[in-house]
């Protein structure tokens, strides 16, 4: 293959946003996950509203978020193990199967009036855990629906786009529903919208994969996992950050009720407001992710997405105006997806194709298993030193996480750059800092 130096002009434009878009599978999934997406966006705020309407209590929501997100802390490693050894797409399958079962049960429990908090959090366990298996073995699927490995950093920055088009939809229908008709009809329509995702699914052209039974102990294969993941320095580094950030800056979202109303004075729809200003900023990262053209890049991008992102949390909480908190959300929202879109890339461009749903489990615990721990220590903050304090040192360690991975940067490139060169990404005489 003749490999040709990537100019810098070259490396983005439009003519790369849709490219993944070319693949039949992957275009497939991308149809029917935008679909069901805009039902999980639906569902995960009628689960916020039933909780809160059921127990007048703050304390029960944490709990209940807490019961959704915990099991990928516990599980994804499981998860990892198994999206290695077994057919991922038949697994996906049965995962998206079991996540539309749970949803209608949901509905049905709540449309007969028989549902209490304690079902709503058993639901949301065996959600969580259904997603510890899914999330990584649908992530590493992106690879087998992307026949060309270039448009793979294009396929995951699509998926990007798509969530959060749909959290930008998903949470207004929710909206309307719930006043309505109550909460039941959105669990409803969600457990319906898993049609389209298995539609896409079962219509996929899939080549037969050789079995991978597992010579080993399924824990054996987890610590074989780990020990790849953190003996290598740029999955290590990119790891830890995405853990660091999921543990100090993305709990910033539970204090924003708080926020839009003691700081800015608003209520419903300042909190509306806000949230969505955060989707418009991530929607906009996402599709910046998308118009480049490759992964060759992506280590600075995410230096400089996770300095964005706290600096963005500094500055909201310098903000008593609500249009400035508008800009700054938007600012959040980029730098949050863009960090989060660009280490998936990195993860699945560097790593072994027998350990990518390992790594990627490792993912799923760096980014939703720290998300209920910061929860419960920004909320925990926010009582002593108060919210505006609480995310800014949110976003200080955020600046700081940034400007660690930073200087390590030379070492890891000097690690990543023949990985680069044998999945054709740079030519081989590229040496300059261009990862």
């Known amino acids: 293959m003749n490999f040709q ?42 689960v916020s509203w039933l ?14 978020g807490f019961s959704t997100r915990i099991p990928a802390l516990v599980f994804a490693p499981f998860g990892g193990v198994l999206a290695d050894r077994w057919d991922r797409h038949r697994t996906l399958v049965v995962t998206q199967a079991l996540s539309m079962i749970q949803a209608l049960i949901l509905a049905v429990l709540v449309l007969a009036n028989w549902i209490t908090i304690w079902e709503l959090i058993v639901l949301s366990l065996a959600l969580g855990t259904i997603n510890a298996l899914d999330v990584p073995v649908r992530q590493s699927y992106i690879v087998d629906m992307v026949e060309t490995k270039e448009d793979l950093s294009n396929a995951i920055a699509m998926n990007s ?26 669990f409803l329509l969600n457990g319906l919208s898993f049609i389209a995702v298995l539609a896409a699914l079962l219509a996929m052209r899939v080549k037969p994969k050789e079995k ?25 580094a990119l790891i830890l950050l995405l853990a660091m950030i999921s ?10 009720p708080i926020f ?50 706290g600096i963005g949390l500094i500055l909201l909480s310098l903000s008593r105006e609500l249009y400035f908190a508008l800009f700054f959300m938007a600012v959040i929202g980029f730098g949050m997806i863009v960090e989060m879109a660009a280490t ?22 760096a980014f ?15 009582d002593i030193i108060g919210t505006p304090r609480t995310i800014l040192l949110s976003g200080i360690c955020c600046v700081l996480g940034s400007l660690v991975f930073a200087l390590k940067l030379p070492a890891i490139r000097k690690i990543s750059r023949p990985i680069y060169r044998t999945k054709g990404l740079i030519a081989e005489d590229t040496f300059g800092p261009a990862l």
Not at 51 to 64: E, F, H, I, K, P
Not at 280 to 309: C, E, P, T, W, Y
């Open 344 to 365: 998936n890339t990195l993860l699945q461009t560097i790593a072994d194709e027998d350990k990518r749903g390992r790594i990627m489990s490792i993912y799923t615990m």
């Open 5 to 46: 130096k990537i100019k810098p002009d070259d490396s983005r434009g439009f003519k790369f946003l849709f490219r993944a878009l070319a693949h039949r599978n992957y275009r497939l999934f991308f149809g029917g996950q935008s679909i069901s997406l805009i039902g999980t966006w639906m569902q995960q705020i009628a």
């Open 161 to 186: 786009t798509m969530v959060n088009g749909a959290r930008l939809i998903g949470p207004s229908i929710a909206g309307l529903l719930i006043a309505a008709v109550g909460e039941g009809m959105c």
């Open 212 to 236: 991978k039974t597992g010579g080993q102990r399924i824990w054996v294969e987890m610590k074989e996992g780990f020990r790849y993941a953190f003996g290598s320095l740029p999955i290590r």
């Open 247 to 256: 543990l100090m800056g993305m709990p910033f979202m539970i204090l924003m």
């Open 51 to 64: 909780a809160y309407r059921l127990t007048d209590s703050a304390v029960w929501l944490v709990v209940v």
């Open 260 to 309: 839009a109303d003691k700081i800015l004075h608003g209520g419903p729809r300042t909190l509306g407001f806000l949230m969505g200003a955060t989707g418009i900023g991530a929607l906009s990262g996402a599709l910046f992710l998308a118009s480049r053209k490759n992964a060759v890049g992506l280590m600075r991008v995410v230096a400089l997405a996770s300095g964005i992102f």
């Open 368 to 382: 939703m298993g720290m998300i209920p721990f910061g929860s419960l220590l920004a909320g925990s903050l926010a």
